[in-house]
């Protein structure tokens, strides 16, 4: 079954050989892309679908979300907005009420977000362990979330769990032996948040080294809430990502610029905590891969809007429209180590999302504005 989508205003393809195109048409050809082109020039296909002037662009790939977690911390958003300092939970209440919830709870809760993200255009998600904290929770969310993405990461590193607060050296012990045994086949990738109070360069060295034992690619939340040594880390382990980037000396991003590692900004948590932004142009100017995502998580940053990060990327961050949608698409590929998805060319999957829009300069310039007309996901049209 082939369908012909023809008639659309704006073509982003992400591929260096076709560019953006104008008056542009794609041919689907089961789950993948057959054809990409002028309209003038398309093949016939069993189907037709009138785009009627609309822009195109690669489904989002969103390559660092926290979706399996049970509970809500609105109370404390509210009172960090409202001036107040909380003191009650934090991470700790989202743990608490993820290893209450039933599996049935938790999966009912991921498969919403994806749901949600899927209505805004977002067609592969990162999904991360990390609230668990347990060798048993971090398995089950981990179990969980591989049977609705195959982009699951082993985050036991998230924070010392509660039970090792005065023996964090015992939790690394866990989070490397027993608790990574039962999570590593059910996870692509490994992570650490690397960050003061949390865990620091050796801790964060000896996690990922291990999971990398197990098979597992090392990503590492780095260098979000201060100066540290995530980001030099994960270039030096050939981590896909370094994640947050918001606190760079010249030396990090010279790191970055020379390896292969990606950064992935993540806005929604510095406008849900009210931090300063991550410079998008400084790393862009450099020759830095970046990435843009959501950071989905019930505490720092509750949006599953690749849309809204593209906006805040855009007036906040340093980044044009053309780069910012790039980062939310090509670049998530990049960190996630994809080339099937995050461009629009034959032979790559075909996710893809049509805006309500001639251009994906819209995406940036009607900010909050939901601009989704269509979605498919290997090639099946899901919205
Ligand atoms: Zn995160």
Redesign the pocket.
Known sequence: MSTLITNLGSLVTNDPSLGTLTDAAVVIDGDRIAWVGAAAAAPQADARFDAEGRAMIPGFVDS?A?LVFAGDRTAEFNARMSGQSYTAGGIRTTVAATRAATDAELEANLTRFIGEALRQGTTTIEC?SGYGLTTEDEARALRIAAAHTPETTYLGAHVVAPEFKEDPAGYVELVTGEMLDACAPHARWVDVFCEQGAFDGDQARAILTAGAKRGLIPRV?ANQLHHGPGVQLAVELGAASA?HCTHLTDADVDALANGETVATL?PGAEFSTRAKYPDARRLLDAGVTVALST?C?PGSSFTSSMAFCIAVAVREMGMTPDEAVYAATAGGARALRRTDVGLVAPGARADLLLLDAPSAVHLAYRPGVPLTAAVWQDGVRKV
């Open positions: 660092h926290h991360k939340h994640d993540l950071d998580n």
